[in-house]
């Protein structure tokens, strides 16, 4: 591998990271001068969290965020820098959103951003991991179920398509995010999770 592909890696991963890392949650929450995300329900800054706030315009308003800047860092590493670099730049993207320097390496669960990459990269499975999880998510009423288990179909339904690179990347990705959950995993084994629309979901951790 050359020099100047090297530096196209690197930058195009520095540039994931930092699209990534930018907290929708904590700033739109800051701008709309409602109460810091972080400290309400489970302190996490994903749109879940924002919606314990009351506030439904600012949880869509951070879901739409925090999908996009996956979307935005690859559509860009890719247009400057090729399809290799870019899927170097969603690695990036989803590192910067689960561990983002300026709130202490303290971020989101990747859900949203997950999604994003998905839409960047291959959108036909973008579709599948939505339409996964709305299925599950109206069976069992579950979203972090849900989430799982869309997180770990999209490998194999990328690897069934032929994307076999994009299927080892979201292989990755899908590990990163049950890491993520794995308090969720914890509570959906002994039947303590919330579920959508719970009244106790507010005061539980997710």
């Not at 400290?39 to 925090?66: C, F, H």
């Not at 400057?80 to 990036?92: D, Q, V, Y």
């Not at 999209?154 to 690897?159: A, D, R």
């Not at 794995?182 to 507010?202: C, D, F, P, V, Y």
């Amino acid at each position: 591998m050359d020099g100047t592909l090297v530096l196209a890696f690197l930058a195009a991963f520095v540039f994931g990271y930092l699209c990534g890392s930018v907290p929708f949650g904590v700033l739109l929450t800051r701008l709309a001068g409602a109460p810091d995300v972080r400290t309400i329900g489970s302190g996490n800054i994903g749109a879940t969290n924002v919606l314990r706030s009351g506030r439904r315009a600012l949880a869509a308003a951070t879901l739409l965020g925090d999908t996009l800047k996956g979307t935005f860092a690859v559509l860009v590493a890719g247009y400057f820098f090729g399809r290799e670099p870019a899927m170097c730049a969603a690695l990036g993207a989803f590192l910067g959103h689960l561990f983002p320097v300026w709130l202490r390496f303290k971020g989101g669960k990747g859900v949203a951003t997950y999604i994003g990459l998905l839409l960047g990269l291959a959108w036909p499975a973008a579709i599948a991991f939505c339409a996964i999880w709305l299925a599950i998510a109206a069976l069992t009423r579950y979203s972090s179920l849900a989430a799982l288990i869309a997180s770990a179909a999209s490998p194999f339904f990328l690897w069934w398509r032929g994307e076999e690179a994009e299927a080892a990347l979201f292989a990755l990705l899908s590990i990163l995010l049950w890491i993520m959950h794995r308090g969720n995993i914890e509570r959906l084994m002994h039947g303590s999770e919330s579920k959508i629309g719970s009244r106790t979901q507010a005061a539980t951790r997710h």
